[in-house]
């Protein structure tokens, strides 16, 4: 496949750039994670998500420790190519480490966070008892 593509994203001065995971039917924003210029280029080859944790400072194929694959059918570079969209299928309807359909599952409600999604499954059944 043709790389060149990869040269019109503007990376961060740590060679990142921000990516916003979307559901390709309801158009729910699940995740933002950061990718690589290799979790990129993995994305597109395989058509599975591939980001960059900064915490663990690696490589991370969403999924690969909870099962939670996410399905690219598309990537989309916004107007001054320093953020992607991954429109994506969840598998399993979980994106998020605690066990939440979203990562954005607090609403500000009169000056407090609400959790408004409830926990699909316990993130200990998830992980196996380590935490993300």
């Not at 395989?46 to 900064?54: D, F, I, L, N, V």
């Not at 990562?103 to 993300?132: M, N």
Request: glycine residues 10%.
């Amino acid at each position: 496949m043709n790389s060149n593509w990869l040269d019109e994203i503007k990376w961060d001065d740590k060679g990142l750039v921000p990516v916003i995971a979307q559901d390709e039917t309801s158009g729910r924003v699940l995740m933002f994670a950061y990718a690589n210029r290799d979790a990129v280029a993995l994305t597109a080859e395989k058509g599975s998500a591939h980001y960059w944790t900064r915490s663990r400072q690696k490589l991370w194929h969403k999924g690969e420790e909870s099962g939670h694959f996410q399905h690219v059918s598309a990537i989309q570079l916004d107007c001054d190519g320093d953020v992607l969209i991954y429109q994506i299928r969840q598998e399993g309807g979980i994106a998020c480490h605690t066990g939440r359909e979203s990562c954005f599952f607090r609403t500000l409600v009169d000056g407090e966070w609400q959790i408004v999604d409830p926990v699909l499954k316990d993130p200990h059944a998830i992980y196996g008892g380590h935490s993300h």
